[in-house]
């Protein structure tokens, strides 16, 4: 027997087919980060939904065929074996067995079928017993007709429902926070009903014709103390009437008591559910920037951003800085990046760049250096003050950049060389119609492995001002990035895919430009 | 020589006056702190005045003559009032004027600055530039900040030299001197830079070009030369 055991449980732990069914099923209906999951939900709460109206509809009318198939078998076939997967995936068997045998052989003592077997029974148990499982089971009920009683557990079919929602299941768990206060109120709910109840029983019983016995009472206690006050059954006597009115202004406030509860619930919650809800858009994005820091710079960077159409993410610990962020439409989160469990939120493989935007070096140069022993993708910082340049480009930065500086040579630039700052600035400005682009050379296109005189500028109203190539040619070069650069190239330097020519022209022609090399590589 | 006058020396202040010629203009300090600062780093031509700079003191460190204005004062107030102040006295003065926060750019361009500096604005184009052209990035870099021969430059036609007349097309400038010509300023026209790729060359016509400084200096003198 405990061969047997053993021999099944090592079979299906290496079983490669066995393990990814069972992860599969695992994702589909408990990993919310499972792509196929919310189309399994959907499905599920189509199902639901529709037979709860089948049910409803069963009340006046009778069914037809084709719906009575569906509702007994279809529904609940769908169900069964919904149940019969979770109770399957819920654990693991095999590790039991196998736990148990590894310390068995290694403890050299004899393997305790007995307490496997018990064990095994003991948490599968755990899933029958857990109220998901309660309410799952309860909705398969239904499908047998004979006992009639047995359709009422078809609204616990709407219950399934709550599986399938999450953000029905975040409110149950904010209401869950306030477990203590809300079992408090009802504590008291219930003693002031009763006392209620008792006083006007003493009072009125054989005086009022409609309260003939205790449950009459405590029935009209808590009508009137939830100020619902249907009036089938009211008080005659003065002693009844001044009660009222005493159990009317508890009611009141029991009521606003329970709102104020519920209320504060959620909006200590919100800043987690917020959260929780831009982690999971997060988890979503395919290639993203990831800001640090929110600074009158983020703000600038993160519009030029939107403006391209990028995503991106912008990380800060000040709540403040946060909401002024969401209030631009950015996706803003308040973390610490240089905590380790906001380095795990992120997948960084879809990370594009990193920038590290805060207004202090310190931060900046601890985040870049945090962020840099994490991943090696490209991080681009800020720099203060013209000191810590080195320092944050020590830390792992690949650019740094110093505002006043740059804006120093900006105004230098003004007044030394006017005509370099004139194109510079009608270069890089938005209203200009003229820009300096860079092209790519696509494989296959009509500029792969051509002669640069076997290429029409001109026809494109275009400047070539320069050429980027990798490798190095016997012409003059600048060396940038590793890379060589030709400026005024010579008419027989040959192109090659991955080369970049540097253009100027009229944005139009580039962008006609830029469509007919893409065309032609295809 | 043209004169040109720094206003402040606080954190960008002192960042301009580092790529300045140290010699080539005048600082104005508006404190105790900032005039050490500046001795100790070695500027001698120095005038302290206090927060409130009066029209006379502008007048009496010659802001009719100069040429050029820095306004590199911390406070935004003062600064705008201060660029306002000068542009009253002196219409011609080119005055450039950094600003942090976006909201004052209008204000600025009515107080009649002539160049605004915004240290975030620019931080995020460069941002920009990095992601999108890191090319022409590292190539204006070069240009402007390299100790690269290349340069911008513009070049004025003589009437009757040998590119009067001629299609820009045919002189191939960029293999006789090793120069790009990027565009044409048509002083008739605008003062705008106009593209040029097929276009008949006229005297009075100023050429905008990239190119070697040395090469640059070769087209300017064969130009004047043939006159």
């Keep these: 027997m405990e061969k047997f055991l053993v021999y099944i449980a090592t079979l299906l732990n290496v079983s490669k087919r066995y393990n990814d069914t069972k992860n599969f099923f695992r994702n589909l209906l408990e990993n919310d980060n499972y792509k196929y999951k919310k189309y399994f939900d959907f499905f599920m709460i189509i199902i639901v939904l529709s037979s709860v109206f089948i049910l409803l509809y069963d009340v006046k009318n009778t069914l037809g065929k084709i719906l009575y198939i569906y509702d007994i078998y279809v529904v609940t076939t769908i169900f069964i074996i919904e149940y019969l997967i979770r109770f399957w995936i819920y654990n693991d068997v095999r590790d039991i067995i196998l736990n148990e045998y590894e310390e068995s052989s290694f403890l050299n003592k004899k393997f305790d079928t007995k307490k496997v077997l018990k064990e095994i029974f003991a948490k599968k148990l755990e899933y029958i017993t857990s109220p998901f499982a309660i309410i799952d089971l309860l909705a398969i009920l239904p499908a047998y007709r004979p006992l009639r009683i047995l359709r009422i557990f078809m609204l616990f079919r709407l219950f399934k429902i709550l599986r399938y929602t999450k953000s029905v299941n975040n409110f149950l768990a904010i209401i869950k926070t306030k477990k203590f206060e809300l079992i408090t109120l009802l504590l008291l709910v219930g003693f002031i009903t009763f006392i209620g109840g008792a006083v006007i029983y003493v009072f009125e019983y054989k005086v009022n014709p409609n309260i003939s016995n205790f449950f009459d009472a405590l029935y009209w206690s808590l009508i009137t103390i939830s100020t619902v006050g249907y009036g089938d059954i009211s008080p005659i006597t003065i002693q009844g009437r001044i009660l009222t009115m005493f159990l009317i202004l508890a009611g009141i406030a029991f009521i606003s008591f329970a709102t104020s509860i519920i209320a504060s619930a959620f909006t200590e919650k919100l800043q987690e559910v917020k959260t929780q809800r831009i982690e999971n858009e997060a988890h979503k994005l395919k290639s993203f920037y990831l800001i640090c820091g929110y600074s009158k710079i983020t703000e600038l960077v993160a519009t030029n951003l939107q403006k391209d159409k990028e995503k991106f993410i912008i990380i800060d610990l000040d709540e403040e800085k946060i909401e002024k962020a969401n209030e631009l439409g950015f996706l803003a989160l308040k973390a610490d990046i240089t905590k380790k469990e906001t380095l795990n939120m992120f997948n960084f493989d879809n990370i594009k760049k990193i920038f590290v935007l805060t207004n202090d070096d310190i931060i900046n140069t601890f985040i870049t250096l945090s962020l840099h022993s994490h991943t090696n993708k490209e991080i681009i910082a800020i720099a203060n003050d013209e000191r810590n340049e080195q320092k944050i480009e020590k830390a792992g930065a690949s650019y740094v950049i110093n505002p006043t500086k740059i804006s120093a040579l900006f105004a230098s630039e003004y007044i030394g060389n006017p005509v370099s700052f004139e194109i510079i600035t009608a270069i890089f400005s938005t209203d200009s119609t003229i820009k300096v682009d860079e092209v790519e050379v696509i494989e296959d296109s009509f500029l792969d492995d051509k002669k640069l005189q076997e290429i029409d500028f001109d026809k494109y109203k275009l400047i070539l001002i320069g050429v980027l190539k990798k490798s190095e040619l016997n012409e003059y070069s600048i060396q940038f990035a590793k890379k060589f650069f030709y400026f005024n190239p010579k008419q027989h330097i040959k192109l090659d895919k991955g080369d970049v020519l540097l253009l100027i022209g009229d944005i139009r022609n580039i962008n006609y430009f830029k469509y007919q090399l893409q065309k032609s590589s295809l | ?227």
Excluded: W
């Design chain 2, 1 to 227: 020589m043209r004169k040109i006058i720094l206003f402040g020396y606080g954190k960008n202040g002192k960042a301009v006056a580092n790529y300045l010629d140290k010699k080539s203009f005048l600082l104005v300090v508006f404190n105790e702190e900032e005039k050490e600062e500046a001795i100790h780093d070695g500027y001698l031509d120095i005038e302290v005045y206090d927060d409130k700079i009066l029209d006379e003191d502008l007048i009496s460190i010659g802001i009719k003559e100069a040429d050029i204005a820095i306004c590199m004062l911390e406070d935004e107030a003062r600064n705008m009032f201060l660029a306002l102040s000068i542009r009253n006295l002196n219409p011609k003065i080119k005055i450039i004027a950094k600003v942090e926060d976006n909201e004052y750019i209008h204000r600025y361009t009515l107080a009649g600055v002539n160049q605004l500096i915004n240290p975030y604005e620019i931080t995020a184009n460069r941002i920009d530039s990095i992601l999108n052209k890191p090319v022409t990035l590292e190539f204006i870099h070069n240009i402007v900040f390299g100790d690269n021969q290349l340069s911008f430059a513009q070049i004025e036609i003589e009437s009757n030299s040998f590119l009067d007349g001629k299609n820009i097309k045919d002189v191939n400038l960029n293999e006789l001197y090793n120069i790009i010509v990027i565009g044409i300023v048509d002083r008739e026209r605008s003062d705008k830079l106009q593209l040029i790729t097929d276009n008949k060359l006229d005297g009075g016509d100023v050429l905008v070009v990239i190119g070697d400084i040395d090469e640059i200096e070769r087209l300017k003198n064969d130009i004047k030369g043939e006159k």
